[in-house]
């Protein structure tokens, strides 16, 4: 089976080297490329942490990247500003989509002032991903990220192709409903486990609630071709975070959920 990791982080962002060691990884290039083989994932798209400026984003050949606006709330540029810098990402074939951070940034996705951004993704026929859900800072504010905010994106701007990153989580019902409503809308399946299991059996034993409560969302919608595996390493362990997505799908659908999504909706040369 082939495996697109459609969400994951490489940078050297603060508290990263720490996190991949404690999901039994090391957060470097050479350790990723040989994880990723081992794991049969062939290829990653890189959420960006780094700056606007095209030339800061060079990365191995098995991984693409979506330009990420992860510091809105102090960059002192124009909007004008950045929007052209985004656009010079958006003309490179490694850059695939767009990456917004409202929770952490404090921006309601269907703010107008994003119009630029979403105007740009139109004009490249590239996907918007947001990150909804739970944040990892305490300064961050959930009202920003909670999934039904993405509602009246989509609604304003139903041409353009949004990803619904983390599914939302723990918002799972609105994250779901949001989707069902607006065909426009996909979701992938990251950053819903943390770490290295020690024992993957007693695990999901523990979490069969949580488990069945996930299967239950995805099957409730039934519309897998619109989801997407993805690790947010180096949050997680590759293999463990490739298990529990197992758990969750059904193995008639794991083509489409480990591969196909992606490649399609990132348009991913592979």
């Given amino acids: 089976m082939k495996i697109i990791d459609s969400h994951f982080h490489f940078s050297d962002f603060p508290g990263f080297d720490e996190l991949a060691v404690a999901a039994g990884h090391v957060n470097s290039a050479d350790h990723l490329r040989r994880a990723y083989a081992?794991?049969?994932?062939?290829?990653?798209?890189?959420?960006?942490?780094?700056?606007?400026?095209?030339?800061?984003?060079?990365y191995p050949d098995f991984m693409s990247y979506c330009i990420g606006l992860d510091h809105m709330d102090t960059d002192t540029r124009s909007l004008a500003e950045q929007a052209v810098l985004v656009e010079e990402n958006l003309k490179r074939p490694s850059c695939v989509g767009i990456k917004l951070y409202p929770g952490y940034n404090h921006f309601y996705v269907y703010d107008d002032f994003l119009d630029p951004f979403y105007q740009l993704a139109r004009k490249y026929d590239k996907p918007v991903a947001i990150h909804t859900?739970?944040?990892?800072t305490s300064r961050a504010l959930l009202k920003y990220s909670q999934p039904l905010t993405l509602d009246e994106a989509a609604v304003k701007y139903p041409d353009v192709q949004f990803v619904m990153c983390h599914l939302g989580n723990p918002?799972?019902?609105d994250a779901i409903a949001v989707m069902e409503k607006n065909g426009n809308v996909a979701a992938d399946l990251s950053g819903l486990l943390e770490g290295k299991m020690a024992d993957?059996?007693?695990f999901f034993k523990k979490k069969r609630g949580y488990l069945e409560l996930l299967r239950n969302w995805l099957e409730y919608l039934d519309c897998y071709d619109r989801f997407m595996f993805?690790?947010?390493?180096?949050?997680?362990?590759?293999?463990?975070?490739?298990?529990f997505t197992q758990e969750i799908v059904p193995e008639s659908e794991w083509n489409t959920v480990f591969y196909e999504t992606a490649k399609r909706l990132y348009k991913l040369p592979v």
Avoid at 133 to 136: H, V
């Fill in 200 to 202: 993957r059996a007693a």
């Fill in 133 to 136: 859900g739970l944040t990892a």
């Fill in 38 to 58: 081992e794991n049969g994932i062939i290829h990653g798209v890189v959420m960006s942490n780094r700056s606007l400026y095209p030339e800061d984003h060079h």
């Fill in 230 to 243: 993805g690790t947010d390493w180096p949050l997680a362990n590759l293999g463990d975070y490739i298990s």
């Fill in 171 to 173: 918002f799972l019902q």
